[in-house]
């Protein structure tokens, strides 16, 4: 066997941790930042498994604690948050929520299904039978002031080319329910799940 000299041995162990250390550096348009998110299959539907936490320009932490983000994700505005899904992801568009909701068995009961099993409040635990996991990440109101924590609300988008405000909603869950209804504001900040692109 060939025997290789110790210097050589040397240049490439620095070589290997340089390219480690070179790929540990992010950038914030780099898609390697949106590395390492769970995801889960329901039904044929392929959605993150956790809240996003993309640090976008005007993006929030609950109570602007980094702790909240950490836990629950960023809260955004409206129009952020038609752009911070990752390449190959989007806001969900409001028939991607009918379909999620029908399939957790309807609106009546599928608030308690989607959510976590812990949760800040233990009276407002979910089941999580299909590891959507959903956590209540709070909103914040477009004045500046935070609403519950105990609040679930994500954006989603209504899949018109238009892409106006009027014609989206959120999806909001409560002890057992989930609903989509209107938004008072596209400057309110919510919580965002992105879903996988359709085939």
Not at 30 to 43: A, L, M, N
Not at 87 to 93: F, S, T
Not at 137 to 148: A, C, I, R, T, V
Request: overall charge negative; proline content about 4%; hydrophobic content about 30%.
């Amino acid at each position: 066997m060939k025997k290789v000299s110790r210097n050589v041995t040397r240049v490439a162990v620095v070589a290997i941790l340089t390219g480690v250390l070179m790929s540990c550096t992010t950038n914030p348009d780099d898609d390697d930042e949106f590395d390492g998110y769970k995801t889960v299959k329901i039904g044929r539907q392929v959605w993150m498994a956790e809240n996003l936490n993309y640090a976008s320009k005007s993006s929030t932490c609950y109570n602007n604690d980094t702790i909240n983000c950490n836990k629950y994700g960023r809260l955004y505005s409206f129009e952020e948050a038609t752009k911070v899904c990752p390449p190959g992801w989007r806001l969900p568009k409001n028939a991607d929520w009918d379909t999620l909701i029908t399939f957790a068995g309807g609106r009546n009961i599928a608030g308690t299904k989607l959510k976590a099993k812990k949760e800040i409040d233990p009276n407002n635990d979910g089941t999580d039978d299909f590891g959507f996991t959903a956590l209540l990440g709070g909103l914040q109101f477009s004045d500046g002031h935070f609403g519950e924590p105990e609040t679930g609300i994500w954006w989603s988008s209504s899949g018109e080319e238009s892409d106006r405000f009027e014609d989206h909603f959120i999806m909001g869950l409560t002890k057992t329910t989930a609903i989509l209804e209107g938004c008072g504001s596209p400057q309110n900040k919510h919580s965002v799940r992105c879903i996988k692109n359709d085939n």
